[in-house]
């Protein structure tokens, strides 16, 4: 279990404007795209639970509005992609994976 400790299982908060179905979409890199969005209102934080059974508590760089409920929002800024990335980061990679449009 000790390579699996850094794999996320879920994100305790979600926009509430962001929600539409019982689970948390993030494409994996190269995508820049917000498939669902965490919620910021904690401080700009939110808690994250992984695999192993540890949560952690992620303080986001950039706000995270979801503006007129749009979902593949490209990131608003280099802060925005940073969160993006490290969210990313703690999800399994795909294997030749090719955004879409």
């Known amino acids: 279990m000790a390579q699996h ?11 509430e404007d962001s929600i539409d ?3 948390f979409l993030t494409w994996p890199v190269p995508d820049d795209r917000w498939g669902n969005m965490p919620a910021d209102r904690h401080g700009q934080a939110g808690v994250l639970s992984f695999a192993d059974g540890h949560a ?7 706000p995270k509005p979801f ?10 800024s280099p802060a925005d992609l ?6 990313q980061e ?3 990679p795909v294997a030749n994976f090719i955004p879409q449009p």
């Open 5 to 15: 400790a850094r794999l996320l299982d879920r994100v305790e908060h979600e926009n």
């Open 82 to 87: 940073a969160d993006l990335r490290r969210l």
């Open 56 to 62: 952690e508590s992620w303080k986001w760089r950039c």
């Open 67 to 76: 503006k007129h409920k749009r979902y593949r929002k490209r990131v608003e």
């Open 21 to 23: 179905d019982a689970h």
């Open 90 to 92: 703690a999800t399994l």
